[in-house]
Nanobody, 123 residues
Framework: QVQLVESGGGLVQAGGSLRLSCAAS????????MGWFRQTPGNERTFVARITSGSYTMYADSVKGRFTISRDNDKSTVFLQMNSLKPEDTAVYYCVASRRLSPGTEMIEYRYWGQGTQVSVSS
């Protein structure tokens, strides 16, 4: 079992950047696929990005080319670098972990979830 704690959220102007971090503890981090989902009020959580234990990445079309997911196994941390932010990126961002080798975009594929961190982008 793994515990996840996100940090790095905040308020930024459109066109700006933020880097989210997610620190994991409790199990062998390097064996997990890690990812990020986001949620706006009244909507379901949607997939943003994921990175496998072998560092293969996948992104939602809406963030491709602007966001970059990476991991540091020595620090048991996954990052989400968000550039060229838009107001529609405003959401609560959740860090997720999966024991699957190559999980996809569905929430059910990720067993472990952090508490979330708010990202707000002003126009």
């Amino acid at each position: 079992q793994v515990q996840l704690v996100e940090s790095g959220g905040g308020l930024v102007q459109a066109g700006g950047s933020l880097r989210l971090s997610c620190a994991a503890s409790g199990d062998t981090f390097s064996t997990y696929a890690m990812g990020w989902f986001r949620q706006t009020p009244g909507n379901e959580r949607t997939f943003v990005a994921r990175i496998t234990s072998g560092s293969y990445t996948m992104y939602a079309d809406s963030v491709k080319g602007r966001f970059t997911i990476s991991r540091d196994n020595d620090k048991s941390t996954v990052f989400l670098q968000m550039n060229s932010l838009k107001p529609e990126d405003t959401a609560v961002y959740y860090c997720v972990a999966s024991r699957r080798l190559s999980p996809g975009t569905e929430m059910i594929e990720y067993r472990y979830w952090g508490q979330g961190t708010q990202v707000s982008v002003s126009s």
